[in-house]
């Protein structure tokens, strides 16, 4: 039996640079996803100066037989067959949904919780208990699925890395391991243009480290989900409750997580896509102050907007980085920055929309969207004749 020993954490000394080296603004030391998928071969940990490297690196052993390695070319699996990482979330529950309605037997990776995911049970998909994090509880979920759908990340408590680049780079070592056939890997629209952000630097290299490692893949880049909107806009204007927003330009072409979920499903199945890079964005980029308008004109009442200068969030984010116990609340303002800065999250669907055979008129728009879920909050606060303190209705 041949044994295949992946590392928590696979992460290598700062000598490839694949930003700008220009850059004031990149640090010296990168992430890098140069890294053979050859057994037993070891990674030397990042130096303690690096703002990535947050705890020290282990090597946990991992064990698949040699069958599994010729798993693709020996035994068969059909190509109906999909595991779905991050069911329970935003995106991977629509996945989930959209894929049952479509035929797929769908296996859903979970983690271990309190509160069984028993939603996706009912739906008609299989629940299997793992953890990114662990590494050794990975192989088992990969035996006779034929595509990994990868919308997994990483909780606010977690530091970035755990799930997001440590558990990443697991999972698509045990895919290659385990003959997976294809690899779909969701990511962030620009991650290649914003290295000082980790968690968009660790989309770019995660990307890169699945190209290189051989198998069929489709990369998708997101720019924002209109779901995301509910609770940031939506419910606290019904609530009457401050909305916060910043005075900087940005915008974001939002879509709709069951549109996204039916693309993916056609992209699957689509042979021209596999190894291309694919952007998915909503009809209209929109800036946050037009998405808070929106809201007034459909709930028929003003917002309570506070705002919040990027200035603020810049400074919020220096300070931070003086306690180690606040370096990934800085991570996360980093990201939170480029959001807020004059940046546009949207990019033509053209392309991809013909490459798919997709109609533009077909995709969601965002005042649809939001008109159909306050109609229908609306409506039930009537029936119920409740205030807007149902905060937890969601459409």
């Known amino acids: 039996m041949a044994s295949l020993r992946l590392p928590a954490q696979l992460v290598t000394r700062g000598t490839l ?35 990535l490297n947050r705890k020290p690196s282990t090597v946990i ?51 271990p919780r309190p509160a069984p995911a028993d939603f996706l049970r009912d739906w008609g998909a299989t629940v299997v ?5 662990k590494p050794e509880s990975i192989p088992a979920t990969l035996v006779g699925v034929h595509t990994v759908i990868d919308c997994a990340t990483g909780r606010p408590e977690e530091p970035i890395k755990t799930v997001d680049w440590e558990g990443k780079v697991a999972l698509i070592q045990c895919a290659k391991a385990m003959g997976i056939q294809k690899y779909v890997f969701y990511s962030i629209h620009n991650c290649d243009k914003h290295p000082e952000v980790p968690l968009m630097e660790i989309k770019y290299c995660t990307e890169k480290f699945l190209q290189e490692s051989g198998l069929n893949h489709i990369t998708i880049r997101l720019c924002g989900f209109m779901q995301g909107l509910i609770g940031q806009y939506a419910v606290p204007i019904l609530e009457e ?31 021209k896509v596999n190894g291309k890079p694919l952007t998915f964005a909503g009809p209209r980029a929109w800036t946050t102050q037009e998405v808070i308008t929106l809201c007034e004109r459909l709930a028929g009442q003003d917002a309570n907007v506070t705002t919040v200068p990027v200035s603020v969030l810049r400074v919020t984010r220096q300070l931070t980085r003086f306690f180690q116990w606040t370096n990934d609340v800085a991570d996360r303002l980093a990201f939170t920055e480029v959001l807020s800065s004059d940046t546009v999250f949207s990019v033509p669907m053209t392309e991809t929309n013909s490459l798919l055979g997709v109609d533009q008129k077909d995709l969601v728009t965002l005042e649809k969207y939001l008109q159909d ?7 039930k606060l009537k029936d119920l004749k409740a205030q807007s303190k149902q905060s937890d209705i969601y459409f």
């Open 61 to 111: 052993p991992v064990t698949c037989s040699a069958a599994a390695v010729n798993l693709a070319p020996g035994t068969p699996v059909r190509p109906t067959s999909i595991l779905v990482v991050g069911a329970t979330g935003t995106l991977g529950r629509q996945i989930v949904r959209r894929a049952l309605d479509e035929g797929y037997d769908v296996r859903c990776l979970v983690r």
């Open 241 to 271: 409750k401050s909305v916060w927003g910043t005075d900087a330009p940005t915008r974001v072409a939002y879509m709709d997580t069951q549109d996204i979920a039916r693309l993916t499903l056609i992209a699957l199945r689509n042979e």
């Open 373 to 379: 879920y306050f109609s229908n909050i609306l409506k």
């Open 17 to 51: 640079n694949h930003h700008n080296p220009s850059s004031s603004a990149a640090p010296s030391v990168r992430l890098s996803w140069r890294r053979s998928l050859t057994p037993d071969n070891s990674i030397p940990n990042l130096p303690s100066s690096s703002p």
């Open 129 to 133: 208990n793992a953890d990114l994090s």
